[in-house]
């Protein structure tokens, strides 16, 4: 069992910038796909984008390629969402999930953090 905590979440304006951090422990990190996932009040949990556990292979949700880039630093247990440009519709509560293997449903992913919020305001 992996345990996974966000942080970096907040309030920032339309354009602007945050970065997201996940700390896991509990389980040989590099051994674990990364995945970010989000959720919007009244919407389902919805794919944001993953990593390997290598860090060699990432795949974006379309509507935030270009703007976001994952990261992983296996020594710090730790990965990184940074977020660029950012839109209200990216406004959610963002969660970290670990798996053996990379996933891309909410219901495959063994290992979830709290969650972090981000407001993003015009």
């Known amino acids: 069992q992996v345990q996974l905590v966000e942080s970096g979440g907040g309030l920032v304006q339309a354009g602007g910038s945050l970065r997201l951090s996940c700390v896991a422990s509990?389980?040989?990190?590099?051994?674990?796909?990364m995945v970010w996932f989000r959720q919007a009040p009244g919407k389902e949990r919805e794919f944001v984008v993953t990593i390997s556990g290598r860090g060699d292979f990432t795949y974006y949700r379309p509507s935030v390629r270009g703007r976001f880039t994952i990261s992983r630093d296996n020594a710090k247990n730790t990965v990184y969402l940074q977020m660029n440009s950012l839109k209200l519709e990216d406004t959610a509560n963002y969660y970290c999930?670990?798996?053996?293997?990379?996933?891309?449903?909410?219901?495959?992913?063994?290992?979830w953090g709290q969650g972090t919020q981000v407001t993003i305001s015009s």
């Open positions: 999930g670990a798996s053996r293997t990379i996933v891309f449903g909410a219901e495959d992913v063994e290992n």
């Open positions: 509990g389980g040989t990190f590099s051994n674990y796909a």
